[in-house]
């Protein structure tokens, strides 16, 4: 391995946090949309906020008989840091090629390549995370040419919009590279709008005049780094409920894929069937070459490896735990008891509603409104409760667990949850609920409403 390699290797270890992880406050799960937010609350929730932090460009450079990913611009360039920013920066920077370019040094120059984008995320000490959005491309010319990533580095996870911005990136690239930075600068200048607002940043183009690009942020807030069409077209929705329990109970999860696009895309669908809780553990939807021995690890961790990289998986020593091969939709490896973790009655009730309602589904949108309630529908029926046996001890709110679990009448439902509540991602969740019991009330807490008032008009 290469000092290049093991500088970046080093950088990601920092960046890339293994172990318990505090959350994040810009994505605190009680979080509102649009629709329920108070109008005088989002100038301030959303003011300051930028739309990126860096855009960088990342080239292949031949070292030796292989070539390296190395930045080859940066924008913008930051001065007058001080050193513990500094050192944060010099992190990321390292780290930022290896993701672009996870699928080794063994490229060649290449005469056609259709683009593609993806996304990674790093996770920093401190819990909070930055996603990388990725176009990847050949530049403009004819000829031989090797592949470059456009990268924009964000600490605000909103795929779709991002993947706009990058279309913007690439049609101003086939001009020249001169075009772009006066569009990004525009769009680092520019508010990052609420759920459902509109940011209009201006453009000059060559031979065009100047544009007025429109960026929406998608009204729901919770779904705007997810696409759920993507896990359902390569996985059944046995598979799905299947892996939804095994992120569930906090078990080891890898995912294969030949596009970096389609690890990106169904691992975050995944995360996002954990909605109220989020995932605690090390997360990298996709995983590098050189950090291939991270499935090694004995801790919980969700990843995905470019299905190139196989052979060498399957001569690591992994733990228990699922291999999920989104080429052929099927499991290459798994524990064998996925199918009964969950209450039975629970389990038949998600596959049915995802097996007949999804047929009906005739937009994305509409994809997305059906998965969402249909988990979130599991968790309002296991923990909707939760509020009952959140008590005031003096100066501190206290969780009843014990009164919590036995208020369950079905005892399938608390075997259940003698699991689920020894989980880092249950534990988090209730510390927040303790730590700010008069938050706003968010989508979760509008189901759990709607449920209980549903169940009334039955009787």
């Not at 989104?326 to 524990?335: A, N, P, R, W």
Request: charged share 25%; aromatic share 10%.
């Amino acid at each position: 391995m290469s000092q290049l390699t093991s500088a970046f290797r080093r950088s990601i270890r920092r960046l890339t946090w293994h172990g318990r992880q505090q959350r994040p406050r810009t994505s605190i799960e009680r979080s509102v949309s649009e629709r329920e937010a108070k109008p005088e609350k989002d100038s301030s929730r959303y003011s300051g906020q930028l739309f990126f932090e860096y855009l960088v460009v990342v080239s292949l450079k031949k070292s030796g008989d292989v070539y390296e990913p190395q930045i080859a611009y940066q924008f913008p360039k930051r001065e007058n840091l001080i050193r513990s920013q500094k050192e944060e920066e010099e992190n990321l920077l390292k780290a930022i090629p290896l993701f672009c370019f996870p699928d080794g040094n063994t490229w060649a120059p290449l005469t056609e390549y259709e683009s593609e984008t993806f996304s990674f995320v790093l996770t920093n000490v401190d819990g909070s995370r930055k996603f990388g959005y990725c176009r990847r491309l050949l530049p403009r010319g004819g000829g031989v040419q090797l592949p470059e990533v456009f990268c924009i580095i964000s600490c605000l996870g909103c795929f779709s919009l991002f993947s706009k911005i990058l279309d913007e990136v690439e049609k101003r690239r086939q001009i020249c590279m001169a075009v772009i930075y006066p569009f990004m600068q525009g769009l680092r200048e520019a508010a990052f709008p609420a759920p459902g607002k509109t940011v209009c940043v201006k453009s000059f183009i060559p031979g065009s005049g100047t544009e007025n690009i429109e960026l929406t942020r998608p009204a729901d807030s919770r779904l705007e780094h997810v696409d759920f069409a993507s896990l359902f077209k390569y996985l059944s929705e046995e598979h799905i409920i299947d892996i939804f329990v095994s992120m569930l109970l906090e078990r080891r999860v890898i995912f294969l894929a030949e596009e970096l696009s389609t690890l990106s895309q169904c691992i975050h669908g995944v995360a996002a069937l954990l909605y109220p809780f989020t995932w605690q553990h090390t997360y990298i939807p996709v995983l590098p070459k050189v950090m291939l021995d991270t499935v090694c690890s004995p801790t919980p961790f969700v990843v995905g490896v470019q299905r190139q990289f196989l052979e060498e998986l399957q001569e690591l020593p992994i733990e228990e735990g699922l291999i999920v091969d989104l080429h052929t939709g099927e499991f290459l490896k798994k524990i064998g008891d996925e199918k009964d973790l969950l209450p039975k009655k629970l389990y038949k009730e998600l596959l049915n509603t995802l097996q007949n309602q999804r047929k009906t589904c005739q937009s994305s949108e509409e994809l997305n409104d059906l998965v969402t309630n249909t988990f979130v529908l599991f968790f309002v029926k296991i923990v909707g409760h939760y509020s009952a046996h959140i008590r005031r001890n003096r100066e501190h709110m206290v969780f009843q667990e014990k009164e919590f679990r036995k208020s369950i009448t079905s005892k399938s439902i608390r075997s259940f949850l003698k699991d689920f509540m020894v989980t880092q991602m249950f534990s988090l969740f209730i510390e927040e609920l303790q730590g700010h019991p008069l938050a706003e009330e968010g989508f979760f807490e509008r189901k759990i409403k709607e449920y209980n008032e549903s169940k009334k008009k039955v009787k």
